[in-house]
T-cell receptor
């Protein structure tokens, strides 16, 4: 069965500082991996995805993530955080079978200090 | 033009009532999903349809019944609502189940009183 762990429930960073959100997954084969962002009262928006090829993937809003098979990780990074990045972030693993079901982590709440 | 639209955005109803949530996507995607997000923001898949065919049916009370009249629409009907059904329900669609990621609607906040 596929699963995702986001070890950090809540992270606070200062505006302009760098950010790394952690994600560990469990899946029997090479997974599809995703990061989504959810602003208050909104739906989830896809930031980036990995399914093959280059292990460093670029996404929207200046985010990137690196797939590390040996560590079963897919951490999200941003070099300089903006106040508008404050939101809930979800990592997800998608199945290559089972109708492409995505399983989501429990989320990390990002607070940005001025 | 909203890609995945859900109605209503808010729904307040009494226990025991029956209610429906509607979802429409204009992206031409073949696969649609219902997810439930609880008060702790945990997301759990409920159902998925691919071109009107039910392909995922998670462990959900049979009071919940999805219906897909065509591949652009996926509705969720809930019978005999209970307090524990209070949550935000998200509709999503995908062109490439698994690899493509989802496009989500903005959610329906259901409150059962």
């Amino acid at each position: 069965a596929q699963s995702v762990t986001q070890p950090d429930i809540h992270i606070t960073v200062s505006e302009g500082a760098s950010l790394e959100l952690r994600c560990n997954y469990s899946y029997g084969a090479t997974p599809y991996l995703f990061w989504y962002v959810q602003s208050p009262g909104q739906g989830l928006q896809l930031l980036l995805k990995y399914f093959s090829g280059d292990t460093l993937v670029q996404g929207i809003k200046g985010f990137e993530a690196e797939f590390k098979r040996s560590q079963s990780s897919f951490n999200l990074r941003k070099p300089s955080v903006h106040w508008s990045d404050a939101a809930e972030y979800f990592c997800a693993v998608g199945a290559r079978t089972n109708a492409g079901k995505s399983t989501f982590g429990d989320g990390t709440t990002l607070t940005v200090k001025p | 033009d909203t890609a995945v639209s859900q109605t209503p955005k808010y729904l307040v109803t009494q226990m025991g009532n029956d209610k429906s949530i509607k979802c429409e996507q204009n992206l031409g995607h073949d696969t649609m999903y219902w997810y439930k997000q609880d008060s702790k923001k945990f997301l759990k898949i409920m159902f998925s349809y691919n071109n009107k065919e039910l392909i995922i049916n998670e462990t959900v009370p049979n009071r919940f019944s999805p219906k897909s009249p065509d591949k652009a629409h996926l509705n969720l009907h809930i019978n005999s609502l209970e307090l524990g059904d209070s949550a935000v329900y998200f509709c999503a669609s995908s062109q490439d189940p698994g690899a493509g990621g989802y496009t989500f609607g903005s959610g329906t906040r259901l409150t059962v009183v």
